[in-house]
């Protein structure tokens, strides 16, 4: 070790220049890598393996592909259902939990009578529990007030706080499009990455969540309607596939249930597929065949891409500017290691062995490359600051955690084995008769 810090200090020149490259090419790496970490995390630790998107097609209308000139009207395949179809698949209970879920936009107000528009979770009673909202105050609405289409909601207490100027606000009022909704419950701040449950509305996002839930069918009473659909029958009205979605005749409620054990799940595809068949009449004069899907969160987030690919091509840039910065760290070791072959002869001849000399100059190129995890620490914190300031709705998500800290000097340490081992090896083979010859 003290061979080792000497060594460092000797030539500080080139030193510096490859702790220098280390730490621009850790840092780089890291960067992306660690964008690409937070955005492929599980959304739900503990509960995103029991959870699945259910999806048949019902639609009532030819298959449509296209997208409008001016890209305003397109065709969205975001496995949604229709009003009729998700509420039979509620109503069949097959799942442990199950729940219809659509993101809608409204104007709320409270106390102060300042409207404020938030994203609005119309859903059914089961959301909760089965993905895991956390209630601070009061509770969730029941079954019983599903059924009865009851106008109660849950908020956030970030809302709350907003509207009431504070957080107990069980009992109070919140207008949602000047319709009255009693407050039961206050939630915690809920906003799962990505936003998997609803990616028609946004994939991911710092700032962006649900402040409020409401029951489905309180929510269709009170007029709110979705901005997008997957697909309408022929007998919709135009404006009401673009504008206001037609809650009946339009697929916009995503169905999702849990699914606890294998057998569920493969009791599920049967209950699903039987589901479908029944479509077929209805289906035929259309020329479709019948279609559906049960598909676990990984396998939706890979089907939707939610992952773009620019980030993943990022990290593979990255990776390469790193493996180019390890062959000029490499090189400037080898240069540095040789300069000493008169001394490394002399240890040689004096009975060091040829491992020693060679473990030497690896814990040499080690604590070169921690250095460079050190630098490259601060190096890493100002990339991901830059990228937050990118306008791309997943950058702001762009963090260091505990998991790529460590990753970061584990990444710097393994640089520093693989950079030091051939000029280690070449300087160990140095002769020492002809170097003390020399000398």
Excluded at 143 to 162: C, F, G, W
Excluded at 388 to 403: E, I, K, N, P, Y
Aim: aromatic share 8%.
């Amino acid at each position: 070790m003290e061979l080792a810090w000497r060594g460092l200090r000797r030539y500080p020149k080139t030193t510096a220049l490859a702790v220098l490259t280390v730490a621009i090419g850790l840092a780089a790496s890291m960067t992306t890598m660690a964008l690409l970490h937070m955005l492929s995390a599980d959304p739900l630790p503990g509960r995103s393996q029991h959870l699945y998107l259910a999806w048949f097609d019902a639609v009532q209308a030819k298959p449509q592909t296209y997208t409008s000139l001016d890209n305003d009207w397109a065709t969205y395949d975001y496995k949604r259902l229709k009003t009729a179809d998700a509420e039979a698949l509620l109503a069949a209970h097959k799942g442990t939990l199950q729940a219809a879920v659509a993101d809608l936009d409204a104007q709320v107000e409270g106390d102060h009578g300042e409207p404020s528009n938030e994203h609005v979770l119309a859903t059914s009673s089961d959301f909760m529990p089965m993905f895991g909202v956390a209630l601070r105050d009061g509770r969730h609405w029941t079954a019983a007030e599903d059924a009865a289409r009851a106008p109660v909601a849950v908020i956030d207490s970030e809302l709350a706080q907003k509207l009431f100027d504070t957080t107990k606000a069980v009992g109070r009022v919140v207008q949602i499009k000047h319709h009255a909704f009693r407050i039961i419950g206050v939630s915690q701040p809920y906003s799962p990455q990505p936003h998997f449950y609803g990616l028609n509305a946004w994939t991911f996002s710092g700032s962006d969540r649900e402040s409020i839930f409401v029951p489905l069918g309180a929510a269709m009473d009170a007029g709110l309607a979705a901005s997008s659909t997957d697909g309408c029958d022929d007998v919709t009205e135009k404006s009401k596939q673009y504008i206001a979605v037609d809650p009946v005749h339009c697929e916009w409620l995503a169905d999702w249930v849990q699914l606890d054990t294998a057998q569920d799940v493969a009791a599920y595809r049967s209950f699903l597929d039987h589901y479908a068949m029944q479509q077929q009449s209805a289906l035929a004069s259309y020329g479709k065949k019948p279609q559906w899907r049960l598909l676990s969160v990984q396998q939706w987030l890979t089907l939707q891409n939610a992952i773009p690919d620019n980030v993943r091509l990022n990290v593979w840039l990255a990776g390469s500017f790193l493996l180019l910065c390890m062959v000029n760290v490499a090189g400037l070791l080898a240069a540095k290691f040789m300069r000493r072959g008169v001394e490394v002869g002399i240890r040689r001849a004096l009975g060091a062995s040829r491992r020693a000399v060679m473990l030497h100059h690896l814990l040499e190129a080690g604590m070169v490359c921690l250095l460079g995890g050190v630098l490259a620490w601060p190096l890493t914190l100002l990339g991901l600051s830059l990228l937050r300031m990118q306008d791309q709705g997943f950058t702001d998500l762009a963090r260091l955690d505990v998991v790529m800290f460590a990753g970061l000097f584990a990444l710097a340490l393994g640089v520093g084995v693989l950079v030091g081992l051939l000029p280690s090896w070449r300087v160990s083979l140095v002769q020492p008769g002809l170097q003390v010859k020399s000398a």
